[in-house]
């Protein structure tokens, strides 16, 4: 766990308060141990494997294991995005195959006396292709909705082949859970406090004025409560991914701030988080944050040259055209 020696006051009195709250601790030594692919049940694909709506049917039938999401992929494998998908997953099995191995163990929890996939999707149907029965997995036991979001970006975000994209959703994921988990229990662990007190927490300005209006100060109080409650998560979650202020900010506005479509093509491109960045000051126009983001896809540019294509942008150039002076 990363020290407080250096914190604001402020900033430690949060994260005591919230530990106190929550009692959050560094993620667990876990051990890998197998499971049988035919225990395993898909209820998510973080990445699409099948369309959305054939998963939801499969769960809703009590079929979605991998094999039956295997079976529904090889189906529609004749179709765009699916030959590709089914392309990649085969390949993966190449390396599987012994003397091959998957690397990487799956997470799961168990809900509902059933063993779900947290992450790993994709190595447990390349698993099938290669004719494994088992994967390696480490077993998630116990967790609530929020500590399995920070467990997945604990441990899978150093994964090669998350994108920007999939960890901006996951940290954003993470957050709102955490947040809302805690919600209704936050004004008693705030016990006392007053406005003055909380607006110190929350880094909020001082009023130039008390209000004697009860119904005021207790509407200020809920409002200065949620904004204590979304930044003292943000210091938590920034202590568990060791992720800095700046950073934190960077990857939550790819998914807050950034087009779904945006998000998607970014996403499909592999591109990084530096390359996405400039593309955030052109929140409010969706369309225009796919058309730099495409062009900055095809000419594979760096996040400086993306600055400076926004900048262009900003001043009426259009992107491909922008791209070509830059070029």
């Known amino acids: ?12 009195t949060r994260l005591a308060v919230l530990d106190q709250l929550t009692g ?14 035919a225990q395993l049940r898909f209820v ?26 295997l079976a529904v992929l090889q189906e529609l494998a004749a179709q765009a995005p699916w030959t590709a998908i089914l392309a990649e997953l085969q390949a993966m099995a190449q390396t599987i195959r012994p003397p ?7 997470l799961c929890y168990r809900e509902a006396g059933q063993d779900m996939v947290l992450d790993g999707h994709r190595r447990c149907l390349a698993s099938l292709l290669a004719g494994q029965q088992t ?4 077993a ?36 709102e859970l955490l947040q809302a988990t805690f919600a209704g229990q936050t004004a008693a662990a705030l016990p006392g406090l007053t ?4 607006q110190n927490l929350a880094g909020a300005p001082a009023a130039d004025e008390a209000s004697g209006d009860d119904a005021n100060a207790s509407g200020e109080l809920e409002r200065l409560t949620g904004r204590w409650l979304k930044r003292a998560t943000r210091e938590v979650l920034q202590r568990l991914t060791g992720l800095g202020q700046t950073s934190f900010y960077h990857y939550t506005h790819l998914a807050l701030r950034l087009a779904p479509a945006a998000q998607d093509l970014a996403q499909q491109a592999r591109l990084t988080e530096r390359q996405i ?30 600055h400076r294509l926004v900048q262009a942008v900003q001043a009426g150039a259009e992107p491909h055209a922008a791209v070509r002076q830059l070029l």
Do not use: F, K
Not at 100 to 106: A, H, K, L, S
Not at 135 to 138: D, F, G, I, S, T
Not at 277 to 297: D, E, F, K, M, N
């Open 277 to 306: 960045r400039p593309v955030i000051a052109l929140a409010g126009a969706p369309a225009v944050q796919t058309a730099c983001l495409h062009a900055i896809a095809a000419h594979d540019l760096p996040g400086h040259l993306g």
């Open 100 to 106: 091959g191995r998957v690397r990487q163990p799956i």
């Open 1 to 12: 766990m990363a020290s407080r020696r250096g914190l604001p006051d402020a900033a430690r």
């Open 140 to 175: 998630l036991a116990g967790a609530t909705a929020w500590e399995r979001a920070i467990d997945r970006l604990v441990i899978v975000s150093a994964h090669a082949d998350w994108t920007a994209i999939e960890y901006a959703r996951g940290l954003v994921s993470a957050w």
């Open 24 to 37: 959050v601790t560094q993620p667990p030594e876990r051990t890998v141990q197998t499971a049988d692919l």
């Open 44 to 69: 998510s694909q973080p990445r699409e494997i099948i369309p959305p709506a054939r998963l939801a049917a499969l769960i809703a039938a009590g079929h979605n294991t991998p094999a039956a999401v």
């Open 195 to 198: 406005v003055a007190d909380l």
């Open 135 to 138: 994967v390696p997995a480490l």
